[in-house]
């Protein structure tokens, strides 16, 4: 009788069970994980195009007409890629209701499981949030 060397085919069931079992805990904590970094940073674009169009303001006495005025000023107020828009899974919609007032909404691009919170921001600073709609002014203040 020959002594075979390797894995019998209940030893690689098993294996390829607790792996499914791992996977099957992994991925949603993961994905979950990439959903709150995405909102963090529409967050901190939030407050960095606060502070752009603040500056602006003080600058120019009026808010711009738009985002791509931020990045096309000399210096740059805001990155081109923030400019556009668009941005880790967030898009940025600027407008300008008056010289003196503003508001930007940040929607998620991703649906599904990767679906973030809404946010929305005026020229008080305040972000505001909805888990599942475009977010406003009456919204929750985001903490």
Do not use: C, W
Not at 10 to 20: K, L, S, T
Not at 66 to 84: F, H, K, R, V, W
Not at 131 to 142: K, N, W
């Amino acid at each position: 009788m020959r002594n075979r060397g390797g894995f019998t085919l209940v030893e690689i069931m098993i294996v390829i069970a607790i792996v499914i079992v791992l996977i099957t805990f992994g991925v949603p904590n993961i994905l979950r994980s990439r959903v709150i970094a995405n909102e963090a940073a529409a967050v901190g674009n939030l407050k960095a195009l606060n502070n752009a169009l603040q500056m602006y303001h003080i600058n120019n006495e009026f808010f711009p007409a738009g985002l791509e005025d931020l990045a096309n000023s000399t210096p740059p107020y805001i990155e081109p890629t923030l400019a556009s828009g668009t941005k880790q899974g967030y898009e940025y919609v600027y407008n300008l209701a008056e010289s003196d007032h503003f508001t930007v909404n940040a929607n998620p691009t991703n649906t599904g499981l990767l679906k973030g919170k809404y946010f929305y921001m005026d020229e008080s600073g305040s972000i505001h949030y909805n888990p599942s709609a475009v977010a406003g002014p009456e919204d929750e203040i985001f903490k």
